[in-house]
């Protein structure tokens, strides 16, 4: 069936140092991937997202890379400071353009940044 | 706050009991989404709406929920003979329009169901 799965689960990181978040999904028409922060009792926030028409996307210290052949997308995060401890959900859209805006989660990384 | 609202933002009910959560979406939002989360879980698909209509249910979604949107404005989640599996946040997103078939969802703050 339709799935999105995210490594790691856990991540500890150095202040200062990067942080790479990895997913994979199954439906080969996904064609939009976004990435939420969520930090403890709130509501998920868009951080970045990507279509399947680029291969990489930057804003600021987030960036995020699509490699629609694997069928895997990253978040990579640069300069990790206190404030980017949160959970950190993956997804994908279903079944492309005859399915409008269904995305499918991933199971959430939790990242800790140690100071 | 022109964001997604939601309320209530906790409920705690007896099993057996009905609730029914409300969602105020983003201004001129056309489609609106139910999720439910629940510890340690990404967002769970429940239901979908463009507009007034109701275009997708989950597959997992069990006959005792059903959502409305009569009005294509606001949307109500009812849990009918709620069980204590059903303990979880309901999370409420809308989108707006773009031109392409995925739009980017903006998320309420949720309502926090405990069934005891």
């Known amino acids: 069936g339709e799935n999105v799965e995210q490594h790691p689960s856990t991540l500890s990181v150095q202040e200062g140092d990067s942080a790479v978040i990895k997913c994979t999904y199954s439906?080969?028409?996904?064609?939009?991937f976004p990435w939420y922060k969520q930090e403890l009792g709130k509501r998920p926030q868009l951080i970045i997202d990507?279509?399947?028409?680029?291969g990489e996307k930057k804003d600021q210290r987030i960036a995020v890379t699509l490699n629609k052949t694997a069928k895997h997308f990253s978040l990579h995060i640069t300069e990790t400071q206190p404030e980017d401890s949160a959970v950190y959900f993956c997804?994908?859209?279903?079944?492309?353009?005859?399915?409008?805006?269904?995305?499918?989660f991933g199971s959430g990384t939790r990242l800790s940044i140690r100071p | 706050d022109t964001g997604v609202s939601q309320d209530p933002r906790h409920k705690i009910t007896k099993r057996g009991q009905n609730v029914t959560f409300r969602c105020d979406p983003i201004?001129?939002?056309?489609?609106l989404y139910w999720y439910r989360q629940t510890l340690g879980q990404g967002p769970e698909f429940l239901t979908y709406?463009?507009?007034?209509?109701?275009?997708?249910k989950s597959r997992l979604l069990s006959d005792r929920f059903s959502a409305e949107r009569p009005k294509g404005s606001f949307s109500t989640l009812e849990i009918q003979r709620t069980e204590q599996g059903d303990s979880a946040m309901y999370l409420c997103?809308?989108?707006?329009?773009?031109?392409?078939?995925?739009?980017?969802?903006?998320f309420g703050p949720g309502t926090r169901l405990t069934v005891l």
């Open positions: 997103a809308s989108s707006a329009p773009s031109g392409r078939a995925t739009d980017t969802q903006y």
């Open positions: 439906d080969s028409a996904s064609n939009y």
């Open positions: 990507i279509r399947s028409n680029v």
């Open positions: 997804a994908a859209s279903i079944g492309g353009y005859s399915s409008a805006s269904k995305i499918i």
């Open positions: 201004s001129e939002h056309n489609r």
């Open positions: 709406f463009q507009n007034e209509a109701q275009l997708e």
